[in-house]
């Protein structure tokens, strides 16, 4: 059972992350073109994976009455977060990402906590690339459970529209 989640967990990844070979280490540089989706910087609101946090054991199942009314507020609206993209065969031009809280080994791969990991897909017209630095992102939060082939929910953050800076 651990395999089929490691296998499920690698494969969400790969999904998020547009696989890919290229294995040269560059920085975050986002290349884009048309207008900022995000609106102005006033109507961006600066966040942190703690005010994502909610109370959860990590052998509870989710559900989403879990969230509390502070996390449902971030929901459908710009948010500036900071943190590490989580490492892909990729390296440039990546059309999405997963963002982690940090670059700790104990945070990646199946157990890490929900509310650690941030699915990204960025703006229609933008990539970026890989970088071992941390990151940030700007763009529309959404909910959107991501379970894997047992039913297990592994992510519940979507950044749409997303942007490095």
């Known amino acids: 059972m651990k395999s089929l989640c490691a ?11 547009c696989t890919g070979c290229d294995r ?11 207008a ?3 609106g102005t910087a006033s109507q961006i609101r600066e966040s942190s994976f703690d005010d994502l946090k909610f109370e959860m054991e990590l052998t509870d199942k989710f559900h ?26 990729k390296r ?13 080994e104990c945070c990646f791969g199946p157990g890490a906590a929900l509310f650690d990991c941030i699915r990204v897909d960025m703006h229609e017209n933008s990539t970026t690339e890989f970088s071992i630095r941390p990151i940030t992102v700007t763009g ?12 297990t929910t ?10 490095v800076e």
């Open 7 to 17: 296998l499920t967990w690698l494969l969400f990844v790969g999904l998020c992350c």
């Open 24 to 34: 040269s280490t560059v920085v975050a540089n986002t290349s884009a073109t048309g």
């Open 36 to 38: 900022t989706p995000n």
């Open 64 to 89: 989403r009455k879990m969230l509390g009314s502070k996390v449902e507020e971030l929901f459908n609206r710009s948010i500036r977060i900071r943190g590490f993209m989580y490492p892909t065969l």
């Open 92 to 104: 440039r031009g990546l059309t999405g990402f997963v963002l982690v809280r940090d670059n700790q």
């Open 140 to 151: 529309n939060l959404k909910f959107e459970e991501f379970t894997d082939l047992d039913g």
């Open 154 to 163: 592994r992510a519940i953050y979507l950044l749409e529209e997303g942007e």
